[in-house]
């Protein structure tokens, strides 16, 4: 493999290394093609300067002008602190069943999921590849699906015995079997 990069870097400079390694009656050949080989690998190669602007103006994935103007640090921030939170939010909503430590779990997980599976949907459903109006479905999607969920948590907690006194007892059957 090296073989191949000494001899297409030597087909792009003006004297070919691979004519001087093939006469093999000189010795000074040789030095002189090894001594280009290694000016040729540290030198930084010349680059056309036709097609430059283009390449500068090359992006994977189309600029979101709206997202562009937001914070993504804070919103980065707050992702890491919601799961740092959620560490301890979980063990005390269960140890200490009550309607505020479910709604605080309720309001933490669905966060954490909605933050989770935006970052997956902003992804993996570009405009470029869905065309404009899928991504917006996707996003919408998944507001309906988080409003819809946070919605079910708390009419479970309002209605009946919660979130933690669910899993306590889930937990409890199993044991017992």
Known sequence: MALHFVLRSSC???APIFVSLLNA?????????????????????PVPSIGIASLRQFSASP?????ATGNHVTLWNAERALSVALIGILPVGLMFPSQAG????????????????EAIVTDYVRPIMFGAAVPKIAHGLLLVVSAATL????YFIHNDIGIANTIRKIWSTKSKA
């Open 12 to 14: 792009r400079n003006s």
């Open 25 to 45: 009656g000189r010795v000074p050949a040789v030095s002189r093609s090894l001594t280009t080989v290694s000016k040729s690998l540290l030198l930084p190669k």
């Open 63 to 67: 600029i979101r002008r709206a997202a």
């Open 102 to 117: 479910d709604a605080l779990m309720a309001i933490s997980i669905v966060m954490h999921q909605y933050w989770g599976l």
């Open 151 to 154: 919605g079910g948590l708390f």
